[in-house]
DNA sequence: GATGAATGAGTTTTCATTCAT
DNA sequence: TATGAATGAAAACTCATTCAT
């Protein structure tokens, strides 16, 4: 099953064997687990994500399951860890770059952030809602620190556009709006709206937050 | 279904049965499943919700339980239901009254729905995010169609206040905006701010975005 | 099996083997294991004894546990031939020496074999009861036949003080009344009794039986 | 399986239906469950107790064996709770009566333990070594009361034969001398001995124990 | 209708043992 | 020989659901 006989490369020099075995091997076999745990997660939901479906859907034996996770939850928790692990790996790579005025950098993170919730929207969503009961540590709070990073950059200083007076109060409401937003749009979209104009959208409901009461102030 | 050969007491006149029983009997049952299916979900969680601890919980034996719910899933679903309603009763009492501008409009529905999250906000959290794989017809739906009416009057006409062109759009941004902040405020509200200045932000976030590029358009 | 194609070092002259290797490491890893697999026995029981948790114990790979024992019982089994031999070799030891009188022997044998049985009295008892269906040939056999033997000598011929007729008799309960008592003095001994007074206490009683009746009969 | 069809008997008056039903129903299964593991535990071993040979043994269903015991170990801590109670009833009842001297209530004693063991021999045996590590309370302690009573009565006082001094010594050492023969004729006896002349034999030697060295004192 | 004992399919989890490297 | 990842049969245990009373 895991087996898997590859053919002995031929009676080559063979100059540096470099053996690359234990890691590799478990990398593989892990990632492999958590590949099926995704997808029986996605088909069929958190009631249907059995160790033994799993282990089933990854071609591995049930045993080795348990070699690299220590119950059920362990699974979920993992493949939770390693969605967000990607999902912010991209937001922070869409994010590179010189920095511009607010409207532009608030335009690039959400943007960048509908992009990672397309990276898996469907396994983003279970995750979301079924898994919702394992623990903390959602993504949220590392994301989270992004905003609020950028927002402390352009609130103070020169260019300070904010109008919102108390920092946390601004980044855990452009936070939150923010992440509904997206959620919305990538998720589950509305049935009538476009999708690709509730980017702009929430682009213009975080800039008009922001900002408002400027001219009322 | 064989046995139970207990005779009817005889058709006698029956002088004052004290009627209602039936009825209010099951009704009392119900109700008391309910309940205990919604501590159950609020202490344990979705997954540790078994259908005898619910019953023990009610002080209710598990026939019974069959009696009126023809399996597990049907308890949430009821129970979501019956919190759905008793949300959007009070949502549609708290509305009530003479309709002033749309800025006093909007606050007054944004302070409603806080009133109807804060009616179980622990059960709130479970069912929307454990049971949400439970079928569909959230609470949204109908909540979502007295926004939309709400938008629509003042969208339009004399006043019209409103700058997203969109109707649908601005319904669909707005209440999830205003979905998540309001969450956000009573289910899980952040360490550091002050939960009662959210109403208030909220508010704001949805007037700015309504009104937002009145002058810059 | 196919594999392993790592060509030996071509024959050189290999200068000093330094010999016995093979036979040296074997012993070693065999002692190693057996060992642990005391250990684990004694601080987690028969139940707990996994084949893994003695190879991890013993410091030791689980293939090269199965290399010298060709299943679980067979580590059993081997430790408790091992610890026999060592309780019967240190009763042999102290029972050498010119043999004096019955009750002297007695003595002797009884302190010989209560020396044997603080050896290792945790895994004595552990032995003793969890692996005792484990196939027969207890150490009791060996040491009984020393009994017999002993019995045999001094119950005729002269000084023949034993009124016990049956010698059969006579060395079965002996045994298993010295036995108890050991046990009873080393494994668990009684809280408020002093230990080291048993050991008296069980020469008397041995003797008492044995020479029991002299004057009643 | 458990359904049981007794016909009911023919119409007649049934004066007082006192039906009988939770207790005695659980009471049988109870009964089945343990009757079941006892002959499990005799015929295979410890070893192959599990739940479900068990249940299969007890023509009843794994869950109602789970309804009644927590778990595996709960079954054999219960079955020999209820063989202890047999045993010690039995003990108990043939020990009734006038009481005679010393050397009777001892034979009188030894006798009735020797009958108790005869009850289930097989039983015993499997429950005194494989069922060892499961919690203590084994039912020696309530029988060695028994014997510590018995004891206090002979040793002070007019016919006070015994010559022991320490009573609780005497206690344990009786005790476990008398247990460990008992067990030797009744579960495991020697092959060339009567087993029968063994009781005689268990009598002599505690007696011999008791009175030894009034004559040397 | 009400009760709760009984059921058993379905899950999780363990661990002795194998075998490719 | 040594290693330890992989295997999978077998056990323990759960819980939705039924049904005789």
Same mark, same amino acid.
């Given at each position: 099953?895991?087996g &898997?006989?590859?053919?002995?490369?031929?009676?080559?020099p063979?100059?540096a064997?470099?053996?690359? *075995?234990?890691?590799?091997?478990?990398?593989?076999?892990?990632?492999?687990?958590?590949?099926?745990?995704?997808?029986?997660?996605?088909?069929?939901g958190?009631?249907?994500?059995?160790? &033994?479906?799993?282990?089933?859907?990854?071609?591995?034996?049930?045993?080795?399951?348990y070699?690299?996770? *220590? &119950?059920r939850?362990?699974?979920?928790?993992?493949?939770?860890?390693?969605?967000?692990?990607?999902?912010?790996?991209?937001?922070?790579?869409?994010?590179?770059?010189?920095?511009?005025?607010?409207?532009?950098?608030?335009?690039?993170?959400?943007?960048a952030?509908?992009?990672?919730?397309?990276?898996? *929207?469907?396994?983003?969503?279970?995750l979301?809602?079924?898994?919702?009961h394992?623990?903390?540590?959602?993504?949220?709070?590392?994301?989270?620190?992004?905003?609020?990073?950028?927002?402390?950059?352009?609130?103070?200083?020169?260019?300070?556009?904010?109008?919102?007076?108390d920092?946390?109060?601004?980044?855990?409401?452009?936070?939150?709006?923010?992440h509904?937003?997206?959620?919305?749009?990538?998720?589950?979209? *509305?049935?009538?709206?476009?999708?690709?104009?509730?980017?702009?959208?929430?682009?213009?409901?975080?800039?008009a937050?922001?900002?408002?009461?400027?001219?009322?102030?």
């Open positions: 099953m895991v &898997n006989s590859r053919p002995d490369r031929p009676a080559s063979r100059p064997p470099r053996k690359r *075995p234990r890691q590799a091997r478990s990398r593989a076999l892990v990632d492999a687990i958590l590949d099926a745990t995704a997808r029986v997660l996605v088909r069929d958190y009631a249907a994500l059995t160790t &033994n479906a799993v282990a089933t859907m990854a071609g591995v034996s049930i045993g080795s399951l070699q690299y996770f *220590p &119950n939850d362990a699974l979920v928790l993992a493949l939770r860890e390693r969605h967000s692990r990607q999902m912010h790996a991209l937001i922070v790579a869409q994010m590179a770059g010189e920095e511009p005025g607010l409207a532009i950098m608030i335009a690039r993170t959400i943007r952030a509908m992009q990672a919730h397309r990276l898996e *929207p469907a396994l983003h969503k279970v979301a809602t079924e898994a919702a394992l623990e903390t540590h959602h993504e949220k709070d590392e994301t989270e620190g992004l905003l609020h990073a950028l927002l402390e950059r352009y609130a103070l200083g020169a260019h300070a556009v904010v109008t919102v007076p920092l946390r109060v601004a980044t855990f409401v452009v936070g939150r709006m923010a509904a937003l997206i959620h919305a749009a990538v998720i589950d979209p *509305p049935p009538g709206v476009d999708p690709d104009l509730l980017e702009g959208e929430t682009v213009r409901a975080v800039m937050y922001l900002t408002a009461g400027r001219d009322a102030a």
